[in-house]
């Protein structure tokens, strides 16, 4: 009788401790953003695709397909386009902001990888695309942030917008929690970057105006606080 109790008190302790090490393991949404005082959000590969990776690999439609390979080529045109102005101009947002922009490009080639796509970004250069529109959106924003620092700064916010606008198109037209989960993070990371340009923009007595979003939609973003967290 002892014995039997000693064996069951021995089973619950083997037990409690494999939940304790699972529990370890097991990624932290929360800890997929991060998030300065700036605004400027990265997003953590290992931690995203610790999530990402809990949700089976499904059969995509075409639209969501046509989603993830645009918006990896879209999050490159954020990247580049900032690179290239702060060439041009030497303000810190673009730095700091086109860092960020690299982590955006590596969580949308995260679901490249999980589905077995083929990457449209492998191998492209900087300013380099595959999809004819984005090459030409890239040519005409780096042409008019080359006008004037204000120029370029507007750029910034636009491509901001364009951003949200085409994350929520393409977040719309899927069910699966994983495309849904880096979609959102872009989400944060765009509406937190368009925050950053536009107080920037303030601080030089601008005051910038929407060109892509409702203005509704655009007092929503700016008038709220940084976001962080998952």
């Given at each position: 009788?002892?014995?039997?109790?000693?064996?069951?008190?021995?089973?619950?302790?083997?037990?409690?401790?494999?939940?304790?090490?699972?529990?370890?393991?097991?990624?932290?949404?929360?800890?997929?953003l991060?998030?300065?005082?700036?605004?400027?959000?990265?997003?953590?590969?290992?931690?995203?695709?610790?999530?990402?990776?809990?949700?089976?690999?499904?059969?995509?439609?075409?639209?969501?397909?046509?989603?993830?390979?645009?918006?990896?080529?879209?999050?490159?045109?954020?990247?580049?386009?900032?690179?290239?102005?702060?060439?041009?101009?030497?303000?810190?947002?673009?730095?700091?902001?086109?860092?960020?922009?690299?982590?955006?490009?590596?969580?949308?080639?995260?679901?490249?990888?999980?589905?077995?796509?083929?990457?449209?970004?492998?191998?492209?250069?900087?300013?380099?695309?595959?999809?004819?529109?984005?090459?030409?959106?890239?040519?005409?924003?780096?042409?008019?942030?080359?006008?004037?620092?204000?120029?370029?700064?507007?750029?910034?916010?636009?491509?901001?917008?364009?951003d949200?606008?085409?994350?929520?198109?393409?977040?719309?037209?899927t069910?699966k929690?994983?495309?849904?989960?880096?979609?959102?993070?872009?989400l944060?990371?765009?509406?937190?970057?368009?925050?950053?340009?536009?107080?920037?923009?303030?601080?030089?007595?601008?005051?910038?105006?929407?060109?892509?979003?409702?203005?509704?939609?655009?007092?929503?973003?700016?008038?709220?606080?940084?976001?962080?967290?998952?």
């Amino acid at each position: 009788m002892r014995n039997r109790i000693f064996s069951f008190l021995l089973l619950n302790m083997l037990i409690a401790i494999i939940l304790l090490i699972t529990a370890g393991c097991s990624p932290d949404a929360s800890h997929i953003l991060t998030v300065d005082n700036e605004g400027n959000t990265s997003i953590d590969k290992s931690a995203l695709e610790g999530t990402i990776n809990q949700n089976p690999t499904q059969q995509l439609s075409e639209i969501e397909k046509e989603g993830i390979l645009y918006m990896r080529e879209e999050e490159k045109l954020a990247r580049d386009v900032y690179s290239k102005l702060y060439e041009i101009w030497g303000i810190n947002n673009f730095n700091n902001i086109g860092s960020s922009e690299q982590t955006h490009m590596d969580a949308m080639a995260s679901l490249i990888e999980k589905y077995s796509l083929e990457d449209p970004a492998q191998d492209k250069d900087k300013g380099d695309f595959t999809n004819q529109k984005l090459q030409q959106l890239y040519k005409d924003l780096v042409a008019q942030g080359n006008m004037s620092e204000i120029d370029a700064l507007k750029v910034g916010a636009a491509i901001e917008e364009i951003d949200i606008i085409d994350i929520e198109v393409y977040f719309n037209q899927t069910d699966k929690q994983d495309i849904k989960t880096v979609y959102e993070n872009l989400l944060k990371g765009s509406r937190n970057h368009l925050r950053s340009f536009v107080s920037v923009m303030k601080k030089r007595g601008i005051i910038y105006e929407p060109q892509y979003l409702t203005e509704k939609q655009y007092n929503d973003i700016v008038s709220t606080s940084v976001e962080k967290g998952r």
